[in-house]
């Protein structure tokens, strides 16, 4: 049977009052005086209502004193402390205090465990990562480390409470100089005098409130040295496939040469002389491709009006222009700006595009000059576009794939970007992004 404690309080009070009003009036008739016998009975009516009171107030004092120390463990991250008596002995209120407390102390001692669990799994995975990781607060002081920056930073020591730049005066100049740049960057570090390549990233969050910064060092020689290995692989194979397309017919046309040389044949010496002439002329073509991809000189920016430099362009392969040029100057190298458009102008009229749909569009952005080369051909295909901007990559059959490469080695060189992308309704548009440089900006760069 269910008591609320206001109901216990009730039927105390009852009690003690049915009480003394009947000892009063026992009292009353062997005193023959009402006074007489309240001032006889009170006393000891008093004496067993505090008894009862305090018999009654004791387990309800000794289950808050026990909440409320559980609640103190839990403010100090001590979830084990659990209250008896909510379950089984009472029930009432204090009995669901005791039941709801035992509960939230189970469920908050569940997730603990959970996180302890993900916090082991996730330092077991950072620990052991090659990546080495450093946080830092605003002031440069390291809160947190792994092994693989202690081995690069302190010999296997502890970083935690170091000044990241009393660290940084123990290590080599380049990686000193790549924490000094703040920005992510590549550089190469010599250890035991043999060189090795790190990639340094940065994200900075706020926790707490205050500003941290994670610092991530990642090892890639090993990965490069396999990505150069597989370009000299492609490359070897490119060059040797043009070199035997070549020197083949070129060999069997010499040998048809010194036959036709014994019973002249003026004619047909011609041809031969004019078909070897014709594949000198590729292989050097070719020859030249690579030269100047290896070649690049670094840009040269000089300021640019459009109008001027669009109107020579188009002297070179036609266009149409959409839109007006504008009318701010630019700041880039107008040679090698000149030889990616017209690359990109003379795909866009070998793609089977009508003339007439070959457009160049310029638009100014905030920080960007944004060309766009559009035409209505047979565009590319998902791989194409995937791959178009890899060296050595081409759909054509006499092509060295290197076309579209060194028009995105002189973008990035100027500090911008280049895309592709098939057009709706068939054909491609080319994006080019160069950064909008003003005048006094270019004087400080160079």
């Known amino acids: 049977m269910r008591f609320s404690l206001e109901g216990k309080i009730a039927l105390l009070?009852?009690?003690?009052?049915?009480?003394?009003?009947?000892?009063?009036?026992?009292?009353?008739?062997?005193?023959?005086?009402l006074w007489l016998s309240l001032i006889v009975v009170l006393?000891?009516?008093?004496v067993i209502a505090i008894l009862l009171s305090r018999r009654f107030a004791r387990p309800l004092r000794r289950t808050l004193r026990a909440v409320t120390d559980g609640i103190s463990g839990m403010k100090d991250g001590d979830f084990s402390f659990s209250v008896a008596g909510g379950r089984n002995e009472r029930n009432d209120e204090l009995g669901e205090l005791v039941q709801a407390y035992n509960g939230l102390g189970e469920t908050l001692r569940e997730e603990r465990q959970g996180l302890l669990q993900r916090e082991l799994l996730l330092d077991t995975v950072i620990q052991?990562?090659?990546?080495?990781l450093v946080l830092t607060t605003d002031l440069g002081r390291v809160l947190y480390s792994n092994l693989a920056a202690r081995q690069l930073f302190n010999a296997g020591r502890k970083l935690e409470g170091l000044e990241l730049?009393?660290?940084?005066?123990?290590v080599p100049p380049a990686l000193r100089e790549a924490f000094a740049a703040e920005r992510d960057t590549l550089f190469t570090v010599e250890f035991a005098g043999e060189p090795e390549i790190f990639h340094l990233s940065r994200r900075g969050f706020r926790l707490n409130a205050r500003p941290h910064v994670l610092h991530l060092l990642k090892q890639l020689t090993r990965e490069l040295n396999a990505q150069e290995v597989a370009t000299w692989k492609k490359v070897i194979r490119v060059i040797a496939h043009e070199l035997n397309n070549s020197l083949a017919p070129i060999s069997s046309l010499a040998h048809s040469g010194q036959q036709l040389a014994r019973v002249p044949d003026t004619a047909r010496l011609a041809r031969v002389f004019a078909t070897i002439e014709e594949r000198a002329a590729h292989l050097k073509t070719f020859i030249d491709g690579y030269a100047r991809f290896a070649k690049l000189p670094q840009p040269r920016p000089a300021r640019v009006e459009w109008a001027a430099f669009l109107a020579t362009l188009a002297?070179?392969?036609?266009?149409?222009l959409e839109g007006k040029a504008p009318a701010e100057a630019a700041y880039f190298d107008p040679a090698q700006l000149q030889q990616v458009l017209i690359n990109l102008l003379k795909n866009a009229h070998e793609s089977g595009s009508a003339a007439e749909d070959v457009t160049v569009a310029v638009e100014e952005g905030t920080s960007l000059w944004q060309l766009r080369i559009?035409?209505?051909?047979?565009?590319?295909?998902?791989a194409d576009l995937r791959n178009a901007l890899v060296p050595f990559y081409s759909n054509k059959p006499t092509g060295t794939g290197l076309g579209l490469t060194l028009c995105r080695e002189v973008l990035e060189a100027h500090g911008g970007r280049i895309a592709l992308a098939n057009r709706d309704g068939g054909g491609l548009v080319v994006t080019l992004w160069l950064p909008r440089v003003s005048g006094e900006q270019q004087l400080r760069l160079s």
């Open 13 to 33: 009070t009852a009690a003690w009052a049915s009480a003394s009003a009947i000892a009063a009036l026992i009292l009353q008739s062997a005193l023959d005086s």
């Open 43 to 46: 006393p000891g009516i008093i």
């Open 128 to 132: 052991s990562t090659p990546l080495a």
């Open 165 to 170: 730049g009393q660290l940084l005066s123990t």
């Open 315 to 320: 002297d070179a392969l036609p266009f149409r």
């Open 374 to 382: 559009l035409d209505r051909g047979g565009g590319m295909t998902d």
